[in-house]
């Protein structure tokens, strides 16, 4: 990429100036008078496009925006518009919404703050008291928040379900979802389905056991509760062998999509426990790494799919389900679109869970293939062993839980991708509450920089990989495309640019010094279009040139 040196001296130099004024104004002023978010809004989301409504944008997380103010012909003139500095420096995977001008900012470990969409001026911040001994295993993330009428819900890494008046950061109640000292957190954003608050459970390397919820959204209380591992009787227990199912993992801790005709809820799972050392827990282990249909009203299991059975290389499938119309075979099919850590790329029919079609869209070595129901076809010898054995994907996955996007005006599926190797081992471990439980690890045996990483652009009717742009080192960043032609993602050297999504040609970038861990997201205030990405721990909003 071209550094942009000088400009980046004059957009961080504003940034400090405006951040240390800040600083100095943390006191609480209620947010202006917002319309309230109804169940119809949230369905309708990607009809009003100058709001960002939920995590991933929309329902069916295409993460797709019809905002075209800043498009191909213009965005070289982007420049920053302001900067708000979290407060408590740990890395930031947040992803804002935004509300009639208001925006919501989730930061570490599990606080939330209110300011102007327009200057990044502070309304107020709300924080969550932390136990001192939490028990964590990836970081003290918070990835965003869930919104209806006026109230905001957040997961809280003690895994707790806080709801805050969205007009003045006040607590209105605050539900312990698991005990935190089992090993459960919570780090995802929550997602609004009807009149229910959707959320999952984090600490799959703690030997949980998986589920997930939904709550009454005035009282806080759990109205059903579904597990990812079935229970002693239930169908799927016997692909556990003994009691394995009880510290099975398989924890749900990214935000699902929703189809509001289907009245479908689709959730990834993750890993089986322990990790690496499949020993312990012989046969499939469902639902682990797979995707769940709930019935929205019910929790009840409708379908399932596992996208890699007994999985021995944390293979976690959390990635975000995608929801496109697309054709298939020559007709028009409800699909689901899935480019998973293993290193496939899944077509199912979100209807029915049908597999339609898959292949490889990143270097994969355990598995030759999959067979017509879409089951991995695994290479014998790829199992982790004591000494040692190298597998492709490593355990960071071809991708892994940072959002995807869908532009139906490209018709493509794009995607942050890492071509890698890692050598997988497994030893002996015995299950104690509130301990890691993981039964093996992993080593790179030469630099990460050594493999290759890209955005991909791929044709979901074939797999086809229509174009690449490289990214190095490897990238933990979400994307997001525009009406106005354009991909927006950032790098691991803290570069946030900008794509044609139709070619792959970089049109714009900036440094901002830190690594892009998140996901970015647009918005538009008074005629005017934003776009927003958080860099280390710093929220960073550009706009077009005045």
């Known amino acids: 990429m071209k550094r942009l040196f000088l400009l980046v001296a004059i957009l961080l130099s504003g940034a400090f100036i405006h951040v240390q004024a800040q600083e100095q104004q943390f006191q609480t002023v209620i947010t202006p008078a917002f319309t309230p978010i109804t169940w119809e809004r949230l369905v309708n989301a990607a009809d009003e496009p100058q709001n960002w409504l939920m995590y991933s944008g929309a329902l069916d997380s295409q993460r797709h925006s019809l905002l075209d103010q800043i498009n191909t012909e213009n965005v070289a003139e982007l420049e920053m518009k302001w900067a708000y500095q979290i407060p408590v420096i740990d890395r930031a995977e947040t992803v804002p919404l935004v509300v009639d001008g208001i925006m919501f900012i989730t930061e570490a470990p599990s606080n939330v703050t209110a300011v102007d969409a327009r200057t990044g001026g502070v309304y107020w911040r709300y924080d969550h008291d932390l136990p001192e001994d939490l028990r964590i295993c990836c970081g003290r993330n918070n990835r965003g928040v869930a919104i209806l009428g006026e109230t905001l819900f957040m997961s809280t890494l003690d895994a707790h379900l806080v709801a805050i008046d969205a007009r003045t950061g006040n607590l209105l109640w605050n539900t312990e979802v698991a005990p935190y000292a089992s090993g459960y957190s919570k780090t995802a954003a929550p997602l609004i389905v009807k009149d229910k608050v959707i959320t999952g459970i984090a600490g799959g390397e703690f030997g949980i056991r998986g589920f997930i919820d939904a709550y009454d959204p005035e009282t806080g209380e759990l109205v059903w509760r579904t597990y990812t591992i079935p229970g002693p009787g239930e169908f799927g227990n016997d692909t556990w062998s003994g009691d394995s199912w009880a510290t099975g993992g398989s924890a749900t801790w990214i935000t699902g999509s929703y189809d509001a005709e289907l009245n479908q809820i689709y959730w990834g799972t993750g890993n089986p426990g322990p990790d690496w050392n499949g020993d312990v827990r012989l046969g499939d282990n469902l639902y682990s790494d797979a995707v769940l249909a709930l019935n929205g009203d019910t929790g009840e299991i409708e379908w399932y799919f596992q996208f890699t059975p007994h999985d021995v290389h944390d293979y976690d499938a959390i990635q975000i ?126 630099p990460m920089d050594a493999f290759h990483s890209s955005i991909r652009a791929i044709d979901p009717t074939t797999v086809d990989i229509v174009w690449e742009f490289p990214i190095m080192p490897r990238s933990s960043a979400g994307i997001t495309t525009t009406a106005g032609g354009l991909l927006f993602s950032g790098s691991a050297d803290g570069f946030f640019f900008a794509l044609d999504a139709e070619t792959g040609e970089e049109l714009w970038n900036v440094s901002l010094s830190r690594r892009v861990h998140a996901a970015p997201m647009t918005y538009e205030v008074d005629g005017e279009q934003f776009v927003t990405i958080a860099s280390g721990n710093v929220v960073f909003t550009f706009g077009l040139r005045d």
């Open 321 to 446: 389900p995608i929801l496109a119309d697309i054709e298939v075979g020559g007709e028009m099919r409800e699909t689901m679109l899935w480019a998973n850590r293993n290193g496939f790329f899944y077509t199912l029919d979100r209807a029915t869970g049908e597999f339609l079609y898959g292949d490889t869209f990143a270097t994969v070595t355990w598995a030759s293939g999959l067979d017509p129901l879409g089951r991995p076809i695994r290479v014998p010898g790829m199992a982790p062993t004591y000494e040692g054995v190298m597998v492709s994907p490593p355990i960071v996955g071809a991708t892994n839980w940072y959002s995807p996007a869908f532009n139906p005006d490209t018709g493509l599926f794009y995607v942050t991708s890492f071509d890698g190797e890692q050598e997988f081992f497994k030893r002996d471990e015995d299950y104690e509450e509130g301990e890691r439980y993981t039964g093996g690890g992993g080593r790179y045996t030469q």
